[in-house]
């Protein structure tokens, strides 16, 4: 992480504020497993990506996940389960000099006057609703603490109406044309935090 943006944040590293109650940041909980976590170590950052080749070389075959530069402008989550290994991982891009995957389909949502953070590389290996949930309050907060206002997402088609309905989305891009080599093209879509629905603030029980 070697942003202004990122850095922020990096002293935060032990485990995530995550309190996405508007106006109120939670003292950080105790270093258990299943904390979600800032990783800013070579190590964990190691871990990290032998996760998203072991999870996605059957999804998305063609993803570039050894020189993908938004790594170096991004916030990079991650657990570990009761064993120390690391069960899941996310990723808040930043952007900076290069920029969003999804940047040529969000000129004129720009114009707007948004600030954008992309969430990414998303994945939990065991399934854990309860770890979800924490990602979701994760992002949330970690976006509205560093003053962005619009989450982006690249999404399957199928899981957008869930997404209207729990968070409130809105679809930039039905069909990006983007696959990765999967078997189903992306959509584009935004989570405007200020406009998130009650729905959502209740499935994480806050």
């Keep these: 992480m070697n942003t202004a943006t990122t850095e922020k944040i990096t002293d935060r ?49 063609s993803m570039d996940l050894d020189g993908d530069a938004l790594d170096q402008h991004a916030i990079t989550l991650f657990t570990r389960n009761e064993a120390g290994r690391i ?24 114009a707007t006057g948004k600030k954008l953070i992309e969430w990414g590389r998303f994945i939990i290996e065991e399934g854990d609703i309860v770890l979800l949930k924490r990602y979701y309050e994760a992002v949330f907060t970690i976006s509205t603490q560093l003053g962005f206002d619009s989450v982006v997402m690249a999404m399957k088609p199928k899981d957008i109406s869930l997404h209207r309905r729990l968070i409130g989305v809105k679809v930039i891009k039905d069909d990006m044309k983007i696959t990765y080599g999967g078997p189903f093209s992306l959509a584009c879509v935004v989570w405007e935090l200020d406009e998130t629905k009650p729905t959502f603030f209740k499935w994480i029980n806050k």
Excluded: C, H, W
């Design 13 to 61: 590293q032990q485990s995530i504020p995550v309190s996405p109650q508007r106006g109120n940041t939670a003292s950080a909980p105790s270093q258990t497993p299943g904390d979600v976590r800032i990783a800013i170590d070579s190590v964990t950052l190691g871990e990290i990506k032998m996760l998203r080749k072991r999870r996605y070389r059957n999804i998305y075959p």
């Design 87 to 110: 069960n899941s991982t996310a990723r808040l891009g930043v952007g900076g000099p290069v920029g969003l995957p999804e940047d040529k389909f969000l000129d004129e949502y720009r």
